[in-house]
Antibody, heavy 117, light 111 residues
Framework: QVQLQESGPRLVKPSETLSLTCSVS????????WTWIRQPPGKGLEWIGY???????NYNPSLKSRVTIPVDTSKNQFSLKLSSVTAADTAVYYC???????????WGQGTLVTVSS | QSALTQPRSVSGSPGQSVTISCTGS?????????VSWYQQHPGKAPQVMIY???KRPSGVPDRFSGSKSGNTASLSISGLQAEDEADYYC???????????FGGGTKLTVL
């Protein structure tokens, strides 16, 4: 069974770059869409973007100028980099994956990242 | 990028049935067969309950069903049980530029 685990700093200062890594275990990173989703405290889910194992990507238009999602197939990992963060970027960040873009079969447990000085 | 429109809350008694709607446009829900529904319990990661509008992953009870008409998708839950109490989110493909959009979420209360 595929399992995902997010890792990275839980506290980021305003204007800095938020960096998270998702480690994939129990299966290969190939042939899946790997996605980042976030959820501000008490609010709904927001799609951030995806990377296909081949390297193709697409991002939420509202975040596109600040987001990068790289993949490292040798380590079975993919990452999220969100630049110039503000308090509005405080959220639980989930990594997720599936064989279809909209069907996310596998989810990490989520990690709360707080943007504060 | 506008979220798909869902009712903020629905409720039902054990054994009853409820339906949650998800309204979008021809650019998302109405334009593709790729609509999924996710269940999220407090403090937990979401779990897919329906994909491709009406398909159920293995392990999801057949009390859960999905459908679509025009720009509106629906999730129906029959024989409500206490463990169904959760937040539900619809999710749709939205074209090559936007890719994916979520609904605002619906809180289901089992009375």
């Amino acid at each position: 069974q595929v399992q995902l685990q997010e890792s990275g700093p839980r506290l980021v200062k305003p204007s800095e770059t938020l960096s998270l890594t998702c480690s994939v275990s129990g299966g290969s990173i190939t042939n899946y869409y790997w996605t980042w989703i976030r959820q501000p405290p008490g609010k709904g889910l927001e799609w951030i973007g995806y990377i296909y194992y081949s390297g193709s990507t697409n991002y939420n238009p509202s975040l596109k100028s600040r987001v990068t999602i790289p993949v490292d197939t040798s380590k079975n990992q993919f990452s999220l980099k969100l630049s110039s963060v503000t308090a509005a970027d405080t959220a639980v960040y989930y990594c997720a994956g599936g064989q279809q873009l909209v069907t996310l079969d596998y989810w990490g447990q989520g990690t709360l990242v707080t943007v504060s000085s | 990028q506008s979220a798909l429109t869902q009712p903020r809350s629905v409720s039902g008694s054990p054994g009853q049935s409820v339906t949650i709607s998800c309204t979008g446009s021809s650019s998302d829900v109405g334009g593709y067969k790729y609509v999924s529904w996710y269940q999220q319990h407090p403090g937990k990661a979401p779990q897919v309950m329906i994909y491709d509008v009406s398909k159920r992953p293995s392990g999801v009870p057949d009390r859960f069903s999905g459908s679509k008409s025009g720009n509106t998708a629906s999730l129906s839950i029959s024989g409500l049980q206490a463990e169904d109490e959760a937040d539900y989110y619809c999710c749709s493909h939205a074209g090559s530029y936007t890719s994916v959009v979520f609904g605002g979420g619906t809180k289901l209360t089992v009375l």
